[in-house]
């Protein structure tokens, strides 16, 4: 399964897509009908049903990835570009525009699908015929599906095949990242599942198991959900362009399938696993002070359970990677000490969970160096005032002043002394980004 490199922190439920994309509806209708139908005269010439409705999805991932996520309509403005070309292929009587309509009925938003879908209706039912091999978009039929996972827990991958009438079957397969909420991370095609299969099936370390396609529906629309989330989401750039060709696919499969609630750690677990790991062989080989021990445990738990995959004992080397460049730089208010003892302790975690979890030895070494390849960076960037969060960048400040902050009421003082002083100075103070 790919590992990812993280590709900088994103922050979700922002404005960000918003901006990129508003052209995309603006563009003069007749010259967008144009360069569509003139692509897609080259496409459906190829005689393969599929190509035509990757295309299409691939032009309505442009108005996709244009979308604001803190739109409650966020889906309006893939509906208007939908719509806009539909009801311009209504009008041109020719087989091009069947096809462009017939694949907008496949891969388009529900709306603008219907609408595309009875004009197609219509244009054939007046006699145009479609190119050589057309007659099957839209109707490729669902073959199977299963889930690939790995021991780190952090990735998986969803395949689904189809195969349209008369053609070979194809594959779709979905990356999830549960690093990174359950993200769709990367959304591949490909004509040769078979070889696919085959190739994680004698992958030693890869299981994997069929599952309906109810399940494999509802994977993949919660990760694209996570998707929609992120104003620069961190996955690869293909993925809006594949978002409607796969939704489209999933259109007619019930939503019935829900994920098995994830276990929770109570406050009462974390205090007891961080406890046991101050009382294993690991943490006394670390040769690390038992409170850099514990400072390291209890934030490493936190963020795994609460940011992470949910689980505290499945690091992994991007969690290793998130957790020291993003989460502790953003959040952890550390004293010197626990920053230069960080890397040990947390290498010393690292092979006390993989312990407890039953990783392989060779599993937990891969973890392990990735923390030694990020401790330089990480030690800059717990000291870079950019990296900070605006909680750590207060406490900081409090800090500074000799504000005791495990008392409220001093807390409570600083803050609204803070509040009075000069813009200037609290900029100062606060430079957060």
Not at 137 to 152: D, K, L, N, S, Y
Request: aromatic share 6%; proline share 9%.
């Amino acid at each position: 399964m790919p590992r990812s490199r993280h590709r900088g922190r994103s922050s979700r439920k922002g404005p960000g897509r918003a901006g990129k994309g508003a052209p995309v509806v603006s563009i003069e209708g007749e010259r967008l009908f144009r360069s569509a139908i003139a692509a897609l005269a080259q496409v459906a010439g190829k005689g393969d049903p599929l190509l035509v409705e990757l295309m299409v999805s691939d032009l309505l991932g442009t108005a996709l990835a244009a979308t604001d996520p803190c739109d409650p309509d966020e889906d309006r403005v893939v509906e208007e570009l939908a719509g806009l070309l539909a009801r311009r292929a209504a009008r041109e009587r020719t087989p091009e525009a069947l096809v462009l309509l017939r694949a907008l009925a496949a891969a388009g938003p529900r709306k603008a699908a219907a609408g595309a879908r009875e004009a197609a209706r219509v244009l054939a039912a007046s006699g145009v015929v479609p190119p050589p091999g057309m007659d099957g978009i839209g109707g490729a039929a669902f073959e199977g599906a299963w889930r690939v996972t790995h021991p780190f827990g952090d990735q998986d991958a969803v395949l689904v095949a189809f195969r349209h009438p008369g053609r070979p079957p194809h594959l779709v397969s979905v990356l999830v990242d549960r690093n990174l909420g359950g993200i769709a991370k990367d959304i591949g095609v490909t004509d040769r599942p078979a070889e696919v299969l085959e190739a994680w099936r004698r992958h030693p370390e890869f299981a994997v198991e069929p599952i309906d396609v109810a399940e494999a529906a509802g994977r993949i629309r919660a990760a694209v959900g996570v998707w929609r989330l992120y104003h620069e989401p961190p996955a690869g750039d293909d993925v809006p362009a594949r978002i409607p060709f796969v939704l489209g696919r999933l259109r007619g499969v019930p939503d019935t399938w829900r994920p098995q609630p994830e276990r929770g750690w109570s406050e009462e677990e974390r205090e007891e696993l961080v406890e046991a790991f101050l009382a294993s062989p690991e943490a006394r080989r670390s040769r690390q002070a038992p409170d850099v021990l514990q400072e390291v445990a209890e934030a490493g738990v936190d963020y795994l359970c609460d940011e992470g995959a949910g689980d505290p004992l499945r690091w992994n080397p991007v969690a290793v990677e998130l957790f020291l460049l993003d989460w502790c730089p953003r959040k952890l208010a550390a004293r010197d000490e626990v920053v230069e003892g960080f890397p040990a302790a947390l290498r010393a975690l690292v092979r006390f969970t993989g312990r407890r979890a039953g990783l392989a030895a060779h599993l937990i070494a891969e973890t392990t160096r990735a923390v030694d390849r990020f401790r330089w960076e990480f030690a800059e960037a717990m000291r870079d005032p950019r990296r900070f969060g605006p909680a750590k960048a207060m406490i900081l400040a409090m800090l500074a002043e000799g504000v005791d902050v495990g008392d409220p009421e001093a807390v409570q003082r600083w803050v609204d002394d803070f509040n009075a002083r000069p813009f200037e100075e609290r900029a100062r103070l606060l430079p957060v980004p």
